[in-house]
T-cell receptor
C-alpha cells in the first residue's frame, strides 16, 4: 500500500519563504507530485519529481530524496493568493495509481 | 480549448437513484481518471483509463462504473446512490509522455458536488 504524511496546517508571512514537507511509504515508486487547491476550486498541478534533486518553476520549487522517501515544496516570495491547500501525491503501484496526502492548508498573513 | 469539462456542477439525489457524471476533454489525452474528495481528506482514485476501451479500478471503486468508448469521454456511473457517496468528484486527464511511463493527473475539471439524501 501507499501512505503519505504532510503537516495539516502552515502559517507564513507575505513575502517570506515556506517549506511544506511530505514523507511517503509506497510499495512501488515512480514519482512525487504537488498540487494546489483553493477553497471550492479544482486541484492544479504544480510539479512532478521522478529523480532526486530540486525542480524549480518560478516561485515554486520541489525537492525529492528517494533514499529518504521524502520531498518538499518550497514557496518563495509568498503572496496572499498562495493561501490554499497543497497536496503531495505519490505515483506508484501501477498505471495512474496515484495516492494523495491529506493536504497542507497554507495561510499567508500580511 | 476547454480542457476538462464536468457536468453537472451540482446534483442532489435520493438514496437508491442512479446517475451518470459526465467528463469530457478536448486535449486528446490518453489518461483519464475519476477522484472523490471528502472533507479533510485528499483525493481518492475511483477508476481510471489509459486509453479508449481500457479501464481499471482505483482505490475506492465499489458502487461506481466507468466506460471509455472514445478518447474524449469518461463518464462515471453511480449504480444505486448511497449517502456515503456524498462527495465532490473530480475528473482528471493527462497525456502519456512515453510508452509505458507512469503518468500523474495534470488537468482537472471543476468538479461535481454530489449530495445523496
Amino acid at each position: 500500500g501507499q501512505s503519505l504524511e504532510q503537516p495539516s496546517e502552515v502559517t507564513a508571512v507575505e513575502g517570506a519563504i515556506v517549506q511544506i514537507n511530505c514523507t511517503y511509504q509506497t510499495s512501488g515508486f515512480y514519482g512525487l507530485s504537488w498540487y494546489q487547491q483553493h477553497d471550492g476550486g479544482a486541484p492544479t498541478f504544480l510539479s512532478y519529481n521522478a529523480l532526486d534533486g530540486l525542480e524549480e518553476t518560478g516561485r515554486f520549487s520541489s525537492f525529492l530524496s528517494r533514499s529518504d522517501s521524502y520531498g518538499y515544496l518550497l514557496l518563495q516570495e509568498l503572496q496572499m493568493k498562495d493561501s490554499a491547500s497543497y497536496f503531495c501525491a505519490v505515483l506508484g503501484g501501477g498505471y495512474q495509481k496515484v495516492t494523495f496526502g491529506i493536504g497542507t492548508k497554507l495561510q499567508v498573513i500580511p | 480549448n476547454a480542457g476538462v469539462t464536468q457536468t453537472p456542477k451540482f446534483q442532489v439525489l435520493k438514496t437508491g437513484q442512479s446517475m451518470t457524471l459526465q467528463c469530457a476533454q478536448d486535449m486528446n489525452h490518453e489518461y483519464m481518471s475519476w477522484y472523490r474528495q471528502d472533507p479533510g481528506m485528499g483525493l481518492r482514485l475511483i477508476h481510471y483509463s489509459v486509453g479508449a476501451g481500457i479501464t481499471d479500478q482505483g482505490e475506492v471503486p465499489n458502487g461506481y462504473n466507468v466506460s471509455r468508448s472514445t478518447t474524449e469521454d469518461f463518464p462515471l456511473r453511480l449504480l444505486s446512490a448511497a449517502p456515503s457517496q456524498t462527495s465532490v468528484y473530480f475528473c482528471a486527464s493527462s497525456k502519456r509522455e512515453r510508452t509505458g511511463e507512469q503518468n500523474q493527473p495534470q488537468h482537472f475539471g471543476d468538479g461535481t458536488r454530489l449530495s445523496i439524501l
